[in-house]
C-alpha cells in the first residue's frame, strides 16, 4: 500500500471494556489478510511511564523489546499479532508534556507561547505517524480513558485533526457498553447515543461502532444504535462476552468488522483472513478435557491484572500440552510452615511470580522450600528466581540469614546483590535494567533442552542480580547457574537438575510467549507439572 492507514479506537460509557482487545483482533483480523499492522496505546495519565506505579493502581507493568516500561495492553497485541513492541507503541499524556517543556527549554519554538493547541496536539500527532516510518500498512491507535475524561481531552482534539489531515486514510472505532436492566429486562441503548455525542460534541463521527454485550442484540436494537448514532447498519458491530479473549478475533470476522474497514478506507475487499493456527488453537482448547493444576503464588493474586502476562502464558502452554489450566492463585504472605502443605500439597506444579519489596517474602520462601523438599515443578521468575537463590542458601548451603540487599541490607550474605551499574542511581523511573538481553545456556541443562537452542535473549526488569561471589558453592552444592549474559557474566537462570523441574530465571519468559509461539519454558513447566500428576 503506498499510504499507511490509521484506525483510532476510543471508548465510552464506562472504562475496562476491552478496548485493547478490540484493537489487537481488528489487527489480527487485517494481519491474517497479509497486512502488516502495528497497534500504540496512548494512555492519558501524567506519568512519565507506569513502571513507577504500583500494581493496585494500574495492573502489570509490561515492558518492551527496547527497555519501555508500558501498559499491560501491549502485551495484548503481541500475545495476538505476535510481533514485538518498542516505546513507540505507548505513550503517556507526561510524556507528550515532558517532550515540548524540553523543547521549549531550549527555545524549539523561537519564544512563541506553548499551548495544548497547537503544540501538545502536534507533538501527540507527531507520536502518531511515528510508527509509519517502519512502512507499516496499518497503525491501530487505542486511546485510553472514557470520551469525556478531562484527561483524554488533548488525544481526542489530535484524532479530530487527523481525521481532517488523513481523509479516507483514517478512520475511529468507538467501543460503548450496552447494559442489560433486569427489572425491565431489556437492554438500554441511551448511555451508547449520549457517549456517541459526545465524542460528535468534540468534532469527531465515529465510523464504525463495537457494542459491548452480554449476549446477542436483536436486529432492531442495531437498527435504532445506528440511526441515533448516524452510523451505518452494518458498521455497528456486536462485542458479545466469550469464554476467552481469543474468541474475539472469530466473533469479530463473524460480522465482517475487517472487511467494512477496509471497504470504508477504499480498499479492495479480496483475500479471507488466514486464521487457520488460531483456531486450531481454540480447537485445541476446546478439546481439552484432562486439567492440570499449577500454583500461583505472589502477593497481589487478589488482583485481576497484576500478573496478566503470566496467567496468558500459563494458559497458552496448558492448551498446547492439550490441558485444561486449573489456576490456583495463592497470596504469599498467607503461607507458613504450618499450613504450607495443606495449600500446596494438591498442585502439580508452583509458579514463584516476580515483584519487589519485602511484603510476602518469606511465604514465597516457604513454598519454594516446599517445592524443593517434595520434587515438585517449581518456577521463579524475577524475584522469584531471587528467592529460589535466597532459599537454597538458607537451607542447604547453611547461610543463616543469606538474603537480598533489597530485602535487607546488612545481611551476612548477600547472595542476591544490587547491580554495581545501580549503586548510584537515585530517580527510580526507567532505571532498572531493562528490555532484552543475550542469554547463552549450558547444553546439558533442562533450560536449554525446553528452548531447543543454546543462544537466547529474553526481557528483564530488576536492579538486583544473583551474586557471582557465591556461584561456586551453588554449584558444587547443586544449584546450577545453566544461563548467563555473554557480555557481563550475570546469572539469568539457576536450575536444580537433580530435581524433575525446578528453573528460576532472572529475566521474564512471560513477555514473549504469545497464541502461535508459547514460550518453550512455559510449555515445559506444565509438561513437567503434567507428569508429577
Known sequence: MADTKYIFVSGGVVSSLGKGIVSASLGK???ARGYHVTIQKFDPYINIDPGTLNPYEHGECYVTVDGHEADLDL?????????PTTRANNVTTGRIYQTVIDKERKGDYLGKTVQVIPQITDEIKRNVKLLSKHKFDFVITEIGGTVGDIESLPFIESVRQLKWELGKNCICVHLTYVPYIAAAKEYKTKPTQHSVKQLQELGIQPDVLVLRTERRLKQDLIQKVARFCNVEENAVIQSIDVPTIYEVPLVLQEQNMDAIVLKKMGLEVNSTPDMTK???FLQRKAQATETV??????????????????DESLLQAAIYNDRKLDL??????????????ELLAGLDGILVAPGFGQRGI????TAIRYARENDKPCFGVCLGMQCMVIEFARNVLGMAGANSTEMEQTTPYKVIDLMENQKNIINMGGSMRLGAFDCVLQKDSKAYMAYGKEQIQ???????EFNNEYREEFEAAGM????ENPDSGLVEVVEIPTLQWFIGTQYHPEYNSTVVNPHPLFVSFVKAAIENK
Not at 75 to 83: K, V
Not at 328 to 341: D, G, P, Q, R, Y
Open 29 to 31: 483480523l487485517l494481519q
Open 75 to 83: 502485551g495484548h497485541y503481541e500475545r495476538f499479532l505476535n510481533i
Open 362 to 365: 518469606e511465604g514465597k520462601l
Open 480 to 483: 546450577k547457574c545453566v544461563g
Open 293 to 310: 493444576r499449577i500454583g500461583l503464588v505472589g502477593k497481589y493474586v487478589e488482583l485481576q491484572d497484576a500478573y496478566k502476562s503470566i
Open 458 to 464: 529474553e526481557r528483564h526488569r530488576h536492579r538486583f
Open 328 to 341: 490456583c492463585l495463592i497470596h504469599s504472605e498467607k503461607i507458613t510452615e504450618a499450613n504450607v502443605a
Open 278 to 280: 488460531w483456531k486450531g
